[in-house]
């Protein structure tokens, strides 16, 4: 195979070692270069992915992508768990952000809302009630770091390759089988009137779902209540 | 490569991404909370790919499934903490290395290195000052250790 | 006047009843007023088991009752002979044509309609030999059961100990009343059970313990003969009924099965199984007898038995439960007739027994020892009555039940009076001299002894009597009579030395300087009430009940209306009472009493030192050891029988685990070992669960993929 993908096979294995350099291991050194490496890493990506649209739009995408992605890196390798916890909630405002991009307002504003308004406080919750410190051996001492680095490196290759398998021209999805029109999305999942048309389908063809659901959510509350209840002996 | 492809491409790949991380921080993380972030991570990066798909079919089921995903990570995150407080309520870590008593019987642990010594670890020093007032009667160790944050 | 029906079935369920109640409310409600149901409902038993024989006497007075005279035309029934009614309750079990119809039987020549037709009736039966036993059970019972709220007043095991009494009575008055092998066989057992309970009551003490598993497993030997008796039975016969089934139909009587001590196999002897088969027969229920009743050699278990309560002691293990041997043999009296063999066997057994027990009697020092050995002695009297096999030998045999019954529960229970005073001592060498602080026990005491020792006029005279009579005339008669001869002689000398050894219990402890144990502390007195009221009643019974019966012959009278019984009667014209042997007889055993009685006195009354000199004298030829060491009984089954058991079964323990075990072991070692090359996964390490899960995940990509 002469049309081997260098950049993209070059930006994971990159990725994968700046991963590596940042997650702790007990000591500082080297996390400098592993940012630099996973933004080399990342960019390198990024050059390989097909444009969206015009330049507003390629833009907003990419910088919404960025700020997922980066948040999402030093949300994993933050020593202290707080910081940990507060990148993450600025991955999930990226991913509400993406969300939006495409179309799906509702569950943009149900992110930021569930996710980062009440599950992430949660979490901090937990954490200031657990760990005022955050200085112990185990945030600080990652369990086989390099292993851990290695396999994430061989899924997301392997995902990727996937993608692109697909969507290359002799791809599964060549010639864009099934590929709505600007017509068909603004009378569907486009449509103006998207909350209205969510609601109508949550509670239509989903009525029994989302019973259940609330049925779920009760049961954990009610669970989870009677194991933190219970009295340490 | 037409917009919506493109799109696609370029959503399950970001979540690809997301999911590869989180995945990398479950394994390597042995905080409990921030295993469970990564957890809820590699969901997020299921999520975007979901809406990405049901964009580019037209329907609204990826949309619905986030919505449900959402909720259950709710009750998961309920339920997580409320085990992760009574752990360490029990252990007084959130170390997931620690509960590997649960292990099989006559098998070896895994063994903790030594923490190598850290530049930013070292107590930091208090500001030397003149004496104001009568001196505050607090224990020896209080007085060496100063948290950084 | 309740009918004869429902007095047979609240005789047997005022027990059960009683019994049920104090093991439920018992631990919490009655406690120390747990007597209460128990003495009541033993008392009004006692009181329809008499109206029960009142009813009986009329009927035998009053005969020919219309059903049976309408059926007597039918099959080959003739005019039914005795006095017997059968209650079928409800059927237990049914197997109809269990067995094939055999070609050649020995025992029927034609088939009934249900020959072979597998059934367990609950059926209760009526009849004189049973009445007397139930009289005789529940009379024995009441007194008991008075004396022991005295007796057992403090023990913590209170309840526990009224519930068995209650169980006892319920499952000895079902044993005399039922009509079927089958279900004589379970409360066979069952009596067997309580004895079982009774003698470990107090189970913590380990020789009680023990001993209540010695009588259990001696038991078991015995009960195993009585199973394979009453399968031979079966196959024999084809029924296991006593009573003959007959069913109405179409204004006709038709019977259905033929009893095997039915009247139809009664009124036809030729039905009944003759030669080596009925010799079988009779000797494996004999088994069965020696086992309950203690017959050489499965004697054993009785004075090991005495670790009991005395009031046990009094009325299982020498009134009632060990005379259901004599009772069973006594019911199957006709089976035992049709086999001259059996009949030698049983008298052979109970003669040696009767010396047996007496020659140990004589060296024993423990007071109950000494009466537990008296018992055997006189249970073998009971079965030699019975090997005479005449309607004569019956009677005395049964005769001599009920008056043992008396004096020996009387004897029981006045050891017990005095073990009470003397704070649960009762060797006779730690105690003596007892007559002025137990007057009452004293006198009623020397009554059961004059009764046992059978001095004139008391109840013992009379019906050791009987039975030396009916020996002496079945010796007269032809067929085994040398056996017959040696066995008057045995008993005769038995005689001697029963005068010996109960006087010399009684000497030694009423007699001589007065010695308390220091165990007795502030208990050495008489009795209460509760406890002297029925020994005063018992030696009522004692003295007078031998001569009443005597005279007005009422007790054989009685008895001989009994199917059974009336047919040995039939069968075999009974020699003619010869005046001047009877009185040779009695002249004759009345002085062997009197020597007996001369030599306890000599030996025990004043000075002990003649005793001592005279038991080693004995000594040298070894026979005090051998009677003071009970013929060695115990030593011997252990040497023979238990150790080389014991032998077995470590062996089979070892067999057991080493290789059957180890080959299990093996069988488990091989997963262990495969598991354990997998064991290192579970290293209890989240994370690498989690990179499992990886791996699974990316083997399913690449499946994918490529």
Request: with cysteine.
């Amino acid at each position: 195979m002469n049309d081997l993908p260098i950049i993209p096979i070059l930006a994971t294995l990159l990725g994968g070692l700046a991963f590596w350099l940042m997650l702790p291991r007990g000591t500082a050194r080297g996390r400098g270069v592993g940012a630099l490496a996973m933004a080399m890493a990342l960019g390198l990506a990024g050059s390989q992915m097909p444009r969206v649209g015009d330049w507003l739009d390629n833009s907003v995408f990419f910088i919404l992508a960025a700020v997922t992605i980066v948040s999402a890196v030093a949300a994993v390798t933050f020593r202290n768990p707080v910081y940990c916890a507060i990148w993450f909630g600025q991955m999930l405002l990226g991913t509400a952000g993406l969300f939006l991009f495409t179309g799906a307002q509702f569950l943009a504003v149900a992110t930021t809302v569930v996710y980062a308004g009440a599950i992430l406080v949660t979490f901090l919750f937990v954490l200031m009630l657990a760990q005022p410190e955050g200085k112990a051996a185990y945030d600080r001492v990652s369990w086989e770091a390099m292993l851990a680095a290695a396999t994430g490196v061989v899924v997301v290759a392997a995902l990727s390759m996937i993608i692109g398998r697909t969507f290359a021209p002799e791809g599964a999805l060549y010639p864009w089988l099934g590929m709505p029109t600007s017509q068909q999305l603004a009378a569907n999942v486009l449509t103006p009137a998207h909350v209205a048309r969510l609601g109508g389908e949550l509670f239509g063809r989903y009525l029994i779902a989302i019973e259940v659901a609330g049925v779920l959510l009760l049961v954990a509350l009610v669970g989870a209540a009677v194991i933190i209840g219970r009295e340490k002996r | 490569m037409p917009y919506e492809v493109a799109l696609l491409n370029n959503y399950l790949l970001v979540g690809a991404a997301l999911f590869g991380i989180g995945l990398v921080g479950f394994v390597s993380r042995r905080n409990l909370i921030v295993m469970f972030l990564s957890a809820e991570m590699m969901l997020q990066g299921v999520s975007l790919s979901l809406v990405a798909w049901g964009r580019f079919h037209n329907d609204f089921g990826g949309q619905l499934l986030v919505l449900f995903i959402i909720a259950v990570a709710a009750c998961e995150a309920a339920v997580a903490l409320a085990m992760i407080t009574m752990l360490f309520r029990r252990s007084g870590k959130l170390d997931a290395a620690h509960w590997q008593t649960l292990r099989e019987a006559n098998q070896p642990r895994f063994h903790e290195e030594p923490l190598p010594e850290e530049f930013g670890d070292q107590p930091l020093p208090w500001p030397r000052l003149t004496p104001a007032g009568i001196q505050p009667d607090v224990p020896r160790e209080k007085i060496d250790y100063r948290p950084k944050v | 006047m309740p009918d004869i029906r429902t007095l047979l079935i609240l005789i047997p369920a005022l027990p059960l009843a009683a019994s049920l109640t104090t093991a439920l409310l018992g631990p919490r409600l009655l406690r120390t007023r747990s007597h209460l149901p128990a003495v009541a409902a033993i008392a009004l038993s006692f009181l329809a088991s008499v109206l029960l024989v009142f009813q009986v006497q009329r009927a035998i007075d009053q005969p020919a009752a219309p059903a049976a005279e309408h059926r007597a035309g039918q099959g080959r029934a003739a005019q039914p002979i005795g006095f017997e009614r059968v209650y079928t309750l409800w059927s237990w079990a049914q197997v109809d044509q269990a067995m094939p119809w055999p070609d050649q039987n020995a025992a029927d020549t034609y088939q009934p309609a249900s020959w072979g037709n597998f059934r367990i009736d609950i059926a209760l039966r009526v009849d004189p030999l049973t009445a007397a036993m139930l009289v005789i059970v529940t009379c024995i019972s009441t007194l008991v059961a008075v004396y022991s709220i005295g007796y057992m007043h403090d023990d913590p095991g209170y309840w526990r100990f009224f519930s068995y009494i209650s169980l006892f009575v319920f499952s000895m008055t079902m044993l005399v009343a039922s009509s079927n092998f089958v279900l004589l066989y379970v409360f066979w057992e069952l009596v067997g059970l309580c004895s079982y309970l009774l003698i470990g009551f107090w189970f913590e003490k380990p020789a009680a313990a023990a001993a209540g598993k010695k009588a259990f497993l001696v038991n078991r030997i015995g009960d195993f003969g009585f199973a394979l008796g009453v399968f031979l039975l079966w196959t024999t016969y084809g029924t296991l009924d006593f009573h003959d089934t007959w069913i109405h139909f179409h204004h006709t009587w038709i019977q259905t099965s033929i009893g095997v001590l039915g009247q139809t196999r009664l009124a036809h002897p030729e039905m009944f199984a003759s030669g080596g088969l009925a010799t079988a027969i009779a000797l494996l229920l004999m088994l069965g007898a020696c086992g309950k009743s203690a017959q050489f050699p499965l004697h054993v278990w009785l004075p090991d038995a005495m670790e009991g309560p005395t009031p046990v002691s009094a009325l299982i293990h020498a009134a009632t439960m060990v005379t259901a041997g004599v009772y069973m043999v006594a019911r199957c009296m006709p089976l035992f007739a049709a086999s001259q063999t059996a009949l030698v066997v049983v008298g052979t057994l109970g003669g040696i027994t009767a010396l047996l027990g007496a020659i140990t009697a004589i060296t024993q020092t423990d007071l109950k020892r000494i009466l537990a050995y008296s018992t055997i002695s006189h249970l073998g009297y009971m079965f030699v009555g019975l090997s005479v096999g005449t309607l004569a030998g019956v009677v005395a045999g049964m005769f001599h039940l009920m008056t043992h019954a008396f004096f020996k529960s009387l004897l029981f229970l006045g050891a017990g009076s005095v073990m009470h005073a003397m704070g649960g001592v009762i060797d006779t060498r730690q105690f003596g001299g007892l007559r002025r602080r137990m007057p009452i026990t004293h006198w009623t005491f020397l009554i059961g002894c004059l009764a046992m020792a059978g001095v004139f006029p008391f109840a013992g005279f009379w019906s050791k009597d009987a039975i030396l009579l009916a020996l002496h005339q079945r010796a007269s008669l032809g067929g085994g009579a040398a056996v017959y001869q040696g066995l008057y002689l045995s008993v005769m000398l038995g005689v001697v030395l029963l005068a010996v050894y109960t006087f010399r219990a009684f000497f030694l402890t009423f007699y001589g300087p007065e010695r308390i144990p220091p165990e007795a502390g502030h208990h050495a007195h008489e009795s209460p009430i509760t406890m002297t009221g029925p020994l005063m009643l018992l030696a009522c019974g004692a003295f007078g009940l031998g001569a009443y019966f005597e005279w007005t012959h009422g007790f054989e009278h009685f008895l001989a209306a009994t199917p059974s019984l009336a047919y040995l009667g039939q069968r075999a014209a009974e020699p003619a009472g010869e005046a001047g042997a009877h009185w040779g007889v009695a002249v004759l055993s009345t002085v062997m009493v009197v020597i007996g009685l001369a030599i306890a006195a000599v030996l025990y009354l004043g000075s002990r030192e003649q005793a001592r000199r005279l038991a080693r004298l004995m000594n040298v030829f070894g026979l005090y050891s051998l009677s003071y060491g009970k013929f060695f009984f115990d030593e011997i089954y252990q040497a023979l029988i238990i150790a080389p058991l014991v032998g077995l079964a470590r062996l089979c323990a070892w067999f057991d685990q080493w290789l059957i075990d180890g080959l299990v072991d093996a069988g488990g070692a091989l997963p262990k070992w495969l598991g354990g090359g997998f064991r290192p996964a579970q290293n209890g390490l989240v994370q690498f669960y989690a990179l499992a899960m990886v791996l699974g995940l990316l083997v399913l990509m690449g499946a994918l993929v490529f």
